[in-house]
């Protein structure tokens, strides 16, 4: 192999590992700029993941794979958000709860539903066709998660609706005033998000890995939420988060099996590499960026 | 006595909650092994025999459910106080990690007196417990990083690494899918003969009690629940925040490293660190739920550590009729998520009232 095949065969493994990464964020800098927080991107991608295989072995059609993926998102969006708003629930206490629920369905839903313990592999067929470039074979999902996280930037920072969203998020008291539905807009930004997330959770299924586990997402909801912080919680600057972890991920996924590289680092440690390096950015980034003022507080009128 | 009476009239709505939190729970755990289509009777059945059974005529199934329960009342009491200091401390299950690591690490140093090395053993155990939580404690005074995604972080750092150390360098080399164990005299003596119940349910008991004290009758216990509920005002009452974060963060460390003494030194038959931390995973995310069900409350919690242990003691029922037993975190999810709704009790009374008066 020349070093040139290396490194674009790290950079393609990079784009791959990205995907769920960038969804997740953009998704969640949506529902964050809205002044509400979801720590349960993990549990989400679990139940995407979970939901897409389901339906997509029940079909054979992978785009409704990744409808389902969407569609379980977006319930859990909407419990969320309502919880979030009209209930004025605490956000983090409910979307613990979602990682726990979403490790239960998926723990439990690979037996029940088809009688395997732990893994449930589909066969190539019904993965997701890719498409071929230079050799190399993409997943479509790279440009769609590219172009979603290029719209999003365009809708939150050039539309009207966007301004009223971050409005939301710094001063929902001003934003009330002006006639803005403070609930119904957080309700939406919270739905976008979890949608978003609930597609990643799909790709990690039906596109990526070709199949379901209980240990799917390892930790990729999480990196997502440190990549939101790390993103100044803009969806442009978010593409270069999701494509540095994503480097970390596939760097480990790339390197961890040469036996030349094990002779120095054992695998198991390796695999601690994307962990360790998220801790150092987002401690290195924290003081300078400034997450929305009202995050975290659910609005209500005086 | 008096104490539980009063927590019932002071708390008997954050009470009301749990308990309804707890229905909601049961009827979305029992709806999802109806909908997978196993039989719902059968299934409680086998989670009522495995957890309470009939204690007058065979006290084991309680006492599997009481062994759950110890260790869960400090991982959750250690969520509490750092929850009561206004942190979401999701690292309570890496700080176990290490404290098993620590314990594997100083039962190897055979050699020293048996009492000497006892003591050496429990130290490890609060020290790595303690250094590993120390970490988020750190970053959150220093650099204002955000407590929840570092204790993440630092539960899959600790679980590959402890993983690793302890099945590379210290396996049992009789069987490799154990740690080498905890020597005999080391080991907290059972309770109940013939059960896995030791003295762990005595020392958790004993340890929220001593947390209970110090929150609730010291100087320095009442600045940390004040910093917690209202930083603002601390800080103009002359109490440091920073001071709550830290200390916070170091008690639970020293919780969460006796609740791995308790897993491996209390607990037979092993007495070892089974293979994947089979025997270590999960205490700590159950704490949250614990400390959620226990609203926080020092004496909450040993109730709440009751019913999610019995929930563990359950899922063996369930998983000897074929019921996988991650089940039971839908249980507990629901159960987390209707607890995240505040006066859920008062909210349902509305809404009756709303139907009943038109």
């Not at chain 1, 597609?199 to 909801?221: K, P």
């Not at chain 1, 990549?227 to 970390?248: D, E, Q, R, T, Y």
């Not at chain 2, 679980?159 to 360098?169: P, Q």
Request: charged share 10%; glycine share 12%; with cysteine.
């Amino acid at each position: 192999m020349t070093p040139i095949e290396m490194i674009v065969g790290l950079f393609v493994t990079t784009l791959i590992s990205m995907v769920p990464l960038l969804l997740a964020s953009v998704g969640e800098v949506v529902t964050e700029r809205s002044g509400v927080v979801n720590i349960g991107l993990e549990g989400i991608l679990l139940l995407g993941a979970f939901l897409a295989v389901m339906v997509d072995e029940a079909t054979h059609q992978p785009v409704l794979g990744f409808l389902a993926g969407a569609g379980i998102g977006s319930v859990i969006g909407l419990v969320h958000g309502v919880i979030s708003t009209k209930l004025k629930g605490n956000q983090i206490v409910n979307t613990i709860g979602v990682n726990m629920f979403a490790l239960g369905v998926v723990g439990f839903g690979i037996y029940a539903v088809w009688g395997v313990w732990g893994a449930k592999t589909i066969p190539y067929d019904l993965k997701l066709p890719h498409i071929t470039i230079a050799g190399y074979s993409l997943s479509p999902m790279i440009f769609v998660a590219l172009g979603i996280a290029i719209f999003t930037w365009w809708w939150l920072f050039r539309t009207p609706f966007g301004r009223t969203l971050r409005a939301v998020g710094e001063n929902p008291d001003a934003a009330d005033v002006v006639g803005v539905n403070v609930d119904l807009v957080r309700i939406i930004a919270t739905i976008y998000g979890a949608t978003l997330a609930g597609i990643g959770g799909a790709y990690l299924s039906i596109d990526w890995f070709g199949g379901v586990t209980r240990e799917i997402a390892s930790g990729r909801g999480w990196l997502a939420l440190a990549n939101v912080a790390f993103s100044n919680w803009n969806p442009l600057m978010a593409i270069v988060g999701s494509m540095l972890f994503g480097f970390f991920d596939a760097l480990v996924l790339w390197i961890g099996p040469m036996p030349e590289v094990n002779a120095i680092i054992p695998q198991e440690l390796l695999r601690t590499v994307p962990y360790i390096a998220t801790i150092i950015v987002i401690s290195g980034v924290i003081k300078r960026v400034r997450p929305p003022k009202a995050l975290g507080i659910p609005y209500s009128r005086e | 006595m008096s104490v539980i009476i009063r927590l019932l009239k002071d708390k008997y709505k954050s009470i009301i909650n749990s308990i309804i939190a707890l229905a909601i729970g049961f009827i979305g755990g029992i709806f999802a092994i109806y909908v997978a289509g196993f039989d719902v009777g059968e299934a409680m059945g086998m989670f009522w025999a495995h957890s309470i059974g009939n204690p007058f005529v065979d006290i084991y199934p309680l006492t599997v459910t009481l062994t759950y329960s110890a260790p869960l009342m400090l991982t959750g009491l250690a969520f509490a106080l750092c929850a009561r200091a206004g942190l979401f401390n999701i690292g309570v299950e890496g700080q176990l990690y290490m404290g098993a690591l620590g314990i594997v690490l100083a039962s190897s140093m055979l050699g020293l007196p048996t009492g000497l090395h006892s003591l050496v053993i429990l130290g490890g155990a609060v020290l790595f417990a303690l250094a590993w939580s120390s970490i988020p404690a750190i970053l959150k005074v220093w650099r204002g990083t955000n407590e929840v995604v570092v204790t993440i972080m630092l539960n899959y750092i600790a679980l590959w690494t402890a993983d690793y150390i302890i099945f590379k360098f210290y396996a049992d080399p009789s069987d490799a899918t154990k740690s080498i164990p905890i020597p005999a005299y080391a080991r907290l003596p059972l309770l109940v003969e013939g059960t896995s119940l030791s003295w762990n349910i005595v020392l958790s008991i004993g340890v929220v009690l001593l947390v209970y004290f110090f929150l609730w009758y010291t100087k320095f216990g009442y600045e940390m629940r004040v910093a917690g509920t209202n930083p603002t005002a601390a800080r103009y009452a002359g109490i440091n925040p920073r001071r709550a974060v830290i200390s916070s963060f170091l008690i639970g460390g020293v919780l969460a490293g006796l609740a791995a003494y308790e897993k491996i030194a209390g607990i037979p038959p092993s007495y070892s660190v089974m293979s994947s931390m089979a025997n270590v995973v999960g205490a700590g995310l159950d704490g949250i739920a614990v400390a959620l069900v226990g609203a926080n409350h020092p004496i909450g919690i040993i109730f709440a550590s009751f019913l999610i242990g019995m929930l563990s003691a359950g899922a063996k029922g369930f998983n000897l009729i074929g019921i996988p037993k991650e089940v039971v975190y839908i249980f507990q999810g629901v159960i987390v998520m209707s607890l995240a709704v505040p006066n859920i009790y008062t909210l349902i009374k509305r809404k009756i009232k709303g139907v009943g008066g038109g």
